[in-house]
Nanobody
Framework: QGKLVESGGGTVQAGGSLRLSCVVS????????MAWFRQAPGTEREGVAS???????TYADSVKGRFTISKDKAKNTLYLQMSSLKPEDTNMYYC??????????????????WGQGTQVTVSS
């Protein structure tokens, strides 16, 4: 199975931007669907955005217009560009891959491969 490694988290002021990256060590084993999730302690993982093998994307309503998911196959990397960040975006962010049809972040249990997470903190 693919190994996923996230980076790019940090602390930013409200209104700022961050770009998360997720390098997939075995791209062909990643499945047809890749996604970003976020999770606060004691809560369920929430799907943020997903992208399928055709480049079609989905977003949670809470991030539409502010976040953009993309991937670079040549670099085996998934990205999440986050803009206009809000304090409520503070969370641990995880990338995931799997064979999910249709591709979406509706259910984290559908994904087979996970990264270790990267912390995003937005200060007010």
């Amino acid at each position: 199975q693919g190994k996923l490694v996230e980076s790019g988290g940090g602390t930013v002021q409200a209104g700022g931007s961050l770009r998360l990256s997720c390098v997939v060590s075995e791209y062909t084993a990643g499945g047809n669907c890749m996604a970003w999730f976020r999770q606060a302690p004691g809560t369920e993982r929430e799907g943020v955005a997903s992208i399928d093998s055709y480049g079609d994307t989905t977003y949670a309503d809470s991030v539409k217009g502010r976040f953009t998911i993309s991937k670079d196959k040549a670099k085996n990397t998934l990205y999440l560009q986050m803009s206009s960040l809000k304090p409520e975006d503070t969370n641990m962010y995880y990338c995931a891959s799997g064979y999910v049809a249709p591709c979406s972040g509706r259910n984290s249990h559908w994904f087979q491969n996970w990264g270790q997470g990267t912390q995003v903190t937005v200060s007010s």
